[in-house]
Every structure is written in structure tokens, then in C-alpha cells.
């Protein structure tokens, strides 16, 4: 199989979300078919840069391994937090024990590698068609390597996922190990989804301004060094593919704080100024916090609206991000919305966001290439959103791509990345426009 996971006909209809009972039902297209994006094991790439005490063990296959070379770069003088057990065809054809060949890699590794003390074991799309067991490997070699090492697993096949559900699982593996806040403990917040540490700690600062004493992050810069959660967390999502995570915190008791995301200036201000409603914030404080910001964000945009006002912009389905994003186009830089299409549609996590979308915007959950296409042909859009295995083709039809890949690695949240996020936009038209002169 290659990287990029294309499944024909997939036949299970995934219903993650839940309609919220005051929510205005919004027409959606639905596709079942063809996909083509990349699968789980991408979230490594960012994930090993965040928690640095961790280590991603994958097992899978060759393709597995070239995979996350190819996109993570390989480092030669550094030591890599993130490797393949690569299963031969000896493995996959049953004639030796899978688990036993495990282990040894696994003694093999912490044996060598005494910094790594949170290990998760990644499952793929070999591992899970032989039925390789990793939670119970886990289990087992957690029992041994505790409390040095903890180990944990999940799954980042690319069967009937796309790449952001790789951070999705990985987080929702992290939630049972996180301790337990007491009862009578204080109201803290959590900041959920991987946000690269410089845009944290902006919002880390934003917070303690703001008079929100205890905050936490997931995941935490140091695995082993995780917040606490209970009934009196109440947690902000930073992503929008985090709904198997939430899912996980609101079984320990934790409370979603319903926001925008933090995109843009009235996503970023709509996602704070929830947070200190809840921690009962005096709103005069909060609107003196927020503005420096605020305006500085407000200035940067205004330079680049002239270059994406009007201009027609289709989504194809690929990280997740494609709602909110598309929200912060339309409403702050004056784009046409023609086609938002995205893997899965959170309806609860989204319908703040939805709700901003103009009547004719055309929303489609889930993948049929082909009719996905055909509908970018006819639209024609001055720039689509796609995965890069479709850049070069609709490139070679004269249409203007932006890969959505690049969303996922850049540093988008928050004021102070507002323009650069717009610029991501604005650099495929400029280079259309030179390019017709
Ligand atoms: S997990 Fe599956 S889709 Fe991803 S690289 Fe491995 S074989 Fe390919």
C-alpha cells in the first residue's frame, strides 16, 4: 500500500458526531468512495517535536518507514525519536509469534535508549489486518518497564482514516494515564491539541493576563509530566479533530467550553473570551487583555484582504481543519466559500462555526474523489485546498492548489500567526497572477 491510503467503496457510514438539540439542521453532501489522503502515521511528525521525552515506535511495514522518513527528514546526528519495527512476510504470514519478535525490539530499544520515557507503540494498516494485538503488548510490556518507561498504543492505519486522527488517538491514548484532580480541587483549564510551543506560550501568556491561574496542555511537552483531569476541567479545543480526545476527557468529567477556533482574530478572540467566561472573568478586563493583540492581527490582515477579497475557494477533504479555516476566509478576508468539504463533520464541535457560513456554501463530509473533482472542474475556484497528491494533476489544469498539509506543519493559531495563516492563501494566487503575466 502506498502512503497515500486510496480505499475504493469504503462501506461503513461514520456517524462520530452528535447534533446538538438547538442546532439549525444545514443541508450537507455526504460522499462514500475513493479517498485520497494521507493516513495516520503523519501526526509522528509533529508529535515527536512536542513531547520530548517520547518515543513513536511504529509497526508496520517498509512503506510504513519510508513514509515517515520521507517526511520528517532523516536525522543523521541527532537521535531519532521515532522508528518502524518493520514486519517481514515471516510475521505476516503467521510463522513466527508476532509478540515475541516485539518484545525483543522493544528490550532492544529501551535497552540503548535510557532518555525515551514514554514509548508508544503505533499500529498500521499490516499490523491490523494480522490482528497484531498492541493494546495487550502494551499492557505487557508496560507491566515490565514501569516505572521507568510507560507504554502506551494506538492505531494510525490509514483503513478508513485520514492523517489528522493519528494526533486524535494519540491524545486519546494519553487521557487514562492523566491524573486525577481532585473533587474539591479549583476549576483549571486545559488547552487541548498540539500547538507548536511558541504559539503555547503566546497563549499561555494570554491566560495568565487574563487571571486564569492553572493551565494546562495536551499534549504535555513532557509525556510523563501530563495535567491533571477531572469533573472541574474544563477544556478548550485548539483543533478540530479531536473528537475521539474529548470524547475521552468528558469520561473523566471534563467539560468542553463551547468557542470558535483559534483562527484568525475573531476565532482567537471568540476562543479566549469563552475561556474567561468560564473562569468568570470581569469582560472589560478580558477586552483590555485581548487588544493589543488583536489589533496587531487586525493591521496584518488588512494588508493582505485586498489579494483574497472575492476570490472563490474550494476545500477538498483532507485535514480537519477545513471548517473553521474556511470560516476565518470568509469572514475576515471577504472569500467566496464555494465547496467546504472535510473527512468528518463534529457537528457538536463545529456548529459555531457552521453557523457563520453564508447560505450558498455548499458542505460535503467524507471523500468521493472522482465527483469531488468533477465538482472542482466545474466550479472552477481561484484556489483549491487539497491533498498534495492532487496538487500537480488540477496545477496541470490551470487550477491554483494550496496543500492543506502545510496547514497542519505551520504555526496558524492565535493574533499573532492571523496573517501568515491569510498569507498561506494569498502566496498561491500571487504566484498564479506572475505567472499569467
Ligand atoms: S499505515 Fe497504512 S497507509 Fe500508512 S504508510 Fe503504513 S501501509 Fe501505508
Known amino acids: 500500500m502506498s502512503p497515500l491510503a486510496v480505499l475504493d467503496g469504503c462501506a461503513a457510514e461514520l456517524q462520530r458526531d452528535t447534533v446538538p438539540a438547538n442546532a439549525a439542521p444545514r443541508p450537507v453532501l455526504r460522499e462514500r468512495g475513493q479517498r485520497e489522503v494521507f493516513c495516520g502515521l503523519t501526526g509522528i511528525i509533529w508529535l515527536h517535536r512536542k513531547m520530548q521525552d517520547a518515543f513513536f515506535l511504529v509497526v508496520g511495514s517498509r512503506t510504513c518507514a519510508h513514509l515517515l522518513q520521507s517526511a520528517a527528514g532523516v ?3 541527532a537521535e531519532p525519536r521515532f522508528a518502524t519495527a518493520i514486519m517481514e512476510e515471516r510475521d505476516l504470514a503467521g510463522m513466527v509469534d508476532a509478540q515475541d519478535e516485539l518484545d525483543r525490539v522493544v528490550t532492544r530499544l529501551l535497552e540503548r535508549r535510557p532518555d525515551i520515557k514514554t514509548l ?6 499490516p499490523s491490523e489486518v494480522i490482528k497484531l494485538d498492541l493494546a495487550k503488548a502494551a499492557q505487557r510490556l508496560g ?5 521507568r518507561v510507560r507504554i502506551l498504543n494506538y492505531s494510525g492505519s490509514g483503513i478508513e482514516t485520514t492523517f489528522t486522527q493519528g494526533e486524535d488517538a494519540c491524545l486519546a491514548a494519553l487521557v487514562p494515564v492523566m491524573p486525577a484532580l481532585p473533587a474539591n480541587a479549583p476549576k483549571e483549564l486545559l488547552i487541548v491539541g498540539s500547538l507548536p510551543d511558541i504559539v503555547e506560550d503566546q ?4 491566560f495568565a493576563a487574563l487571571g486564569i491561574a492553572k493551565v494546562g496542555a495536551l499534549p504535555a511537552r513532557n509525556a510523563r509530566n501530563l495535567p491533571s483531569v477531572g469533573p472541574n476541567t474544563r477544556y478548550l479545543l485548539a483543533q478540530p479533530f479531536l473528537g475521539d480526545t474529548a470524547m475521552a476527557l468528558e469520561g473523566r468529567g471534563a467539560q468542553r467550553i463551547e468557542a470558535l477556533f483559534p483562527f484568525g482574530v475573531e476565532g482567537t478572540s471568540d476562543w479566549l473570551r469563552a475561556a474567561a467566561r468560564e473562569f468568570g472573568i470581569d469582560a472589560a478586563h478580558v477586552e ?7 489589533e496587531r492581527a487586525r493591521i496584518a490582515l488588512s494588508k493582505l484582504r485586498p489579494q483574497l477579497t472575492g476570490k472563490r475557494i ?3 477533504p483532507d485535514s480537519q481543519l477545513e471548517v473553521p479555516l474556511a470560516r476565518f476566509l470568509q469572514d475576515e478576508l471577504g472569500m467566496e466559500l464555494v465547496e467546504v468539504g472535510t473527512p468528518y463533520l463534529h457537528r457538536a464541535h463545529l456548529a459555531r462555526e457552521l453557523d457563520r457560513f453564508g447560505a450558498n456554501v455548499r458542505i460535503s463530509e467524507g471523500q468521493h474523489l472522482e465527483r469531488q473533482l468533477d465538482r472542482v472542474r466545474a466550479d472552477r475556484p481561484d484556489i483549491t485546498v487539497c491533498g498534495l497528491g492532487l496538487a500537480n494533476p488540477l496545477e496541470g489544469e490551470g487550477l491554483t492548489t494550496k496543500w492543506a498539509i502545510e496547514l497542519v506543519f505551520s504555526p496558524i493559531h492565535g493574533f499573532d500567526q492571523a496573517a501568515d495563516l491569510a498569507e498561506l492563501f494569498a502566496r498561491p494566487l500571487r504566484r498564479r497572477d506572475m505567472l499569467e503575466v
Do not use: H, K, N
Not at 507491566?143 to 516505572?147: D, E, G, L, S
Open 143 to 147: 507491566a515490565q518497564y514501569m516505572p
Open 120 to 125: 508508544f507503540l503505533v499500529g498500521s494498516c
Open 75 to 77: 536525522m543523521i546526528f
Open 314 to 316: 474550494t476545500f477538498l
Open 203 to 206: 497563549f499561555l501568556r494570554l
Open 288 to 294: 483590555a487583555v485581548i487588544a493589543p493583540g488583536r
